[in-house]
């Protein structure tokens, strides 16, 4: 089935500055993505999500970008505030099972 | 306001003894979803349901069952819970498939002693 993996458990950035998290996933007929970003003690809220025919897709503050060739998809979060402080996690639909395959997350932490 | 609840928020058994988790999402989505949450294991799907009476296992279905009779409502039942049923436990609806955005409960938390 599919695998999904974050490189970092933790990331940690100064408030204002850029973050990038990043997944990479297994199978490479998989055409949807999503990030979910989960604040303590709340369940996963939808980001940003994106399909295989683009490459990038914006949102508020946030830009997921898609590489088909490596695999690997990235969460941009641009002028990192506090409250972005959460696990976030990328997603994949594994379409023959119809489930939903989660990342083991990265945790981000921003420092004042 | 657009949401899914989960009933009990909390919750502390010992092993063996039936119980149900309630979940109700109120935007009359299709598809729903309860997922387990272990530190190290991530998210990981137990059962999921596309419409009313149509269920199906995820990774993780054993010792758990589950009901579609309506459509707004996807119980999760632990029939005999063991100890390591203790979890998060997060029920999850979309409007059709996981094509679409997956909106998440609050959560769960189980303890079974």
């Known amino acids: 089935g599919e695998s999904v993996g974050l490189h970092l458990p933790t990331l940690s950035v100064q408030e204002g500055d850029n973050s990038i998290i990043n997944c990479a996933y297994s199978n490479s007929a998989s055409d949807y993505f999503i990030w979910y970003k989960q604040e303590s003690g709340k369940g996963p809220q939808f980001i940003i999500d994106?399909?295989?025919?683009?490459d990038k897709r914006q949102g508020q503050r946030v830009t997921v970008l898609l590489n088909k060739t490596v695999k690997h998809l990235s969460l941009q979060i641009a002028a990192t505030q506090p409250g972005d402080s959460a696990v976030y996690f990328c997603a994949v639909p594994e379409m023959g099972r119809r489930a939903l395959t989660f990342g083991s997350g990265t945790r981000l932490q921003v420092q004042p | 306001e657009a949401q899914v609840t989960q009933n009990p928020r909390y919750l502390i058994t010992v092993t063996g003894k039936k119980l149900t988790v309630t979940c109700s999402q109120n935007?009359?989505?299709?598809?729903m979803s309860w997922y387990r949450q272990d530190p190290g294991l991530g998210l990981r799907q137990i059962y999921y349901?596309?419409?009313?009476?149509?269920?199906d296992k995820g990774d993780v279905p054993e010792g758990y069952k589950v009901s579609r009779k309506e459509k707004r409502n996807f119980p999760l039942i632990l029939e005999s819970p063991s100890p390591n049923q203790t979890s998060l436990y997060f029920c999850?609806?979309?409007?059709?498939?996981?094509?679409?955005?997956?909106?998440f409960g609050p959560g769960t938390r189980l303890l079974v002693l």
């Open positions: 935007m009359n989505h299709e598809y």
């Open positions: 349901s596309m419409n009313v009476e149509v269920t």
């Open positions: 999850a609806s979309s409007l059709q498939s996981l094509g679409e955005t997956q909106y």
């Open positions: 994106i399909r295989s025919n683009m």
